[in-house]
């Protein structure tokens, strides 16, 4: 299929001009002003609209097992709200139990990709290193996997030791891969758990208190010390707060190669939203916890200047009816997670950049173009480039609407975001030339999403 996309304002993580964009297949054929529409074309006008890469979000869960149930979302309705929210690519976490076979895990998350309509990739959890996680991580990698994931929380479920920290590292390091981790310390969470719960303090309210800032620089410090013993490459998954982001920041001035993802939900929602009265307050538990509002413009700042290098969502899509419910009483068995997949870009855009916080180009970078570069994607994945993937958004500025739970393809009973105002929204989405979104409906095909392998690059 050939597409020809009309004077739009084309913005990448550094151009901003007024141009056209012609596809053919499934890459960009020419990017430049005033090019000519081959005959037969559709052509698209794009007059008083942006032209952006398609987004890519490097956080997600879909499948995902957790505290005795299961994420809502299948790829079918996953990739369905990513496309109508402008991402065409998901980044999804492989999480198995520590005593799962990590080839048999890779495989199971492989095989529920494939009803996709977005493109789609993996970080490979590491729950446990023994003496065949080796050899796995190896074939893993050869397979095209070139990220993995870890927590330095959870303890007993996914958290992994010092010792297993220490031989993924160097192993991440040998084979030029980059190692994401989910950074808290979990001696601290459980104890401070156990004091709240036996004060009588159940409520999702005390989410927050059992797990503050501290707790997460001293996650994030942690990290860094071992990144800085094993020269690995690291990237600190959903950074809420000044205190972790400042253990980042100290540790890049020594020398360690950190990079700092931050998601949508902490830069517009605030823990006030977990303290809301009977239980409502659980829509809003995830961890790391939201956080106090003053660490917003900390945030925002942070993302301006670029250490924080990619807004994410840590999409993790419980329903309130029946699994958010499994924590009345206790507050620890709260599945965590807010489900965001489908209104990251419209958010972020509309706080971001229609309240000046970022520029365009800051913005298509953090929902873009860093994480194609940092997970091997670039530049097949993340600009508008001759030769580039045809994963292209074009955005209407002009639209007016609110988010709503009645309208979402996430399937999801609520919405965390329910009645908020969005300044603006994709009008066309396409996925390697191929249109899956149009002004709000999925107009594309289930299936047609590939597996995307990567090549090692952090060496």
């Not at 794009?46 to 398609?54: C, D, I, R, S």
């Not at 309240?355 to 997970?375: E, K």
Request: charged share 25%; proline share 5%; net charge negative.
């Amino acid at each position: 299929m050939s597409l020809f996309i009309r004077g739009g304002r084309i913005i990448t993580a550094t151009d901003d001009f007024v141009g056209d964009v012609l596809v053919e297949g499934e890459k960009i054929a020419a990017v430049g002003p005033a090019l000519k529409a081959p005959a037969g074309v559709e052509v698209v006008d794009a007059a008083g609209k942006y032209v952006f890469p398609g987004f890519i979000d490097p956080h997600v869960h879909i499948y995902l097992p957790f505290m005795g149930t299961y994420a809502k979302d299948t790829y079918e309705t996953a990739s369905k709200a990513a496309l109508v929210g402008g991402t065409t690519t998901l980044i999804e976490m492989i999480c198995p139990a520590r005593g799962d076979d990590p080839l048999a895990a890779f495989e199971l998350w492989l095989s529920k990709g494939k009803p996709s309509a977005c493109d789609y990739t993996f970080h490979m959890g590491v729950s446990r290193f023994d003496a065949t996680t080796e050899a796995a991580i190896r074939e893993i990698a050869n397979r095209g996997i070139a990220s993995l994931k870890v927590f330095l929380a959870y303890k007993g479920a996914f958290g992994i030791s010092d010792e297993e920290l220490y031989s993924t590292l160097r192993l991440a390091n040998e084979l030029g891969l980059i190692v994401t981790a989910h950074c808290e310390n979990e001696t601290l969470i459980a104890e401070l758990q156990k004091r709240l719960l036996s004060e009588g303090k159940t409520g999702p309210e005390w989410h927050e208190p059992s797990r503050p800032p501290q707790v997460e620089a001293e996650g994030v410090h942690h990290l860094m010390t071992f990144a800085e013993m094993t020269d690995a490459h690291v990237y600190c998954v959903h950074t809420s707060c000044r205190e972790a982001l400042e253990a980042v920041e100290a540790a890049r001035l020594r020398g360690v190669r950190a990079w700092v993802e931050t998601v949508i939900p902490y830069l517009v929602l605030d823990k006030s939203y977990a303290e809301k009265p009977d239980f409502e307050g659980a829509k809003y538990v995830m961890s790391p916890p939201l956080r106090d509002k003053c660490e917003q413009p900390v945030l925002w700042n942070a993302l301006r200047s670029r250490l924080i290098s990619t807004v994410a969502t840590d999409h993790a899509p419980f329903d309130y009816a029946g699994q958010k419910e499994m924590g009345r009483g206790d507050f620890t068995k709260i599945p965590n997670g807010i489900p965001s997949v489908e209104d990251r870009v419209n958010l972020l855009y509309t706080h971001g950049v229609c309240r000046g916080r970022i520029d365009l180009q800051t913005f298509v970078d953090a929902a873009s173009t860093q994480a194609a570069r940092l997970f091997g994607l670039y530049p097949r994945k993340g600009t508008i480039a001759a030769g580039s993937d045809a994963d292209i958004v074009v955005y209407d500025p002009a639209y007016r609407g609110k988010i709503s739970a009645k309208t979402q393809q996430m399937a999801v009973d609520y919405s965390a975001f329910e009645g908020w105002p969005i300044e603006g929204r994709p009008s066309l989405v396409t996925v390697r030339g191929e249109v899956q979104a149009r002004d709000g409906k999925f107009v594309g095909k289930l299936g047609s999403g590939k597996f995307l392998t990567r090549a090692a690059t952090h060496h």
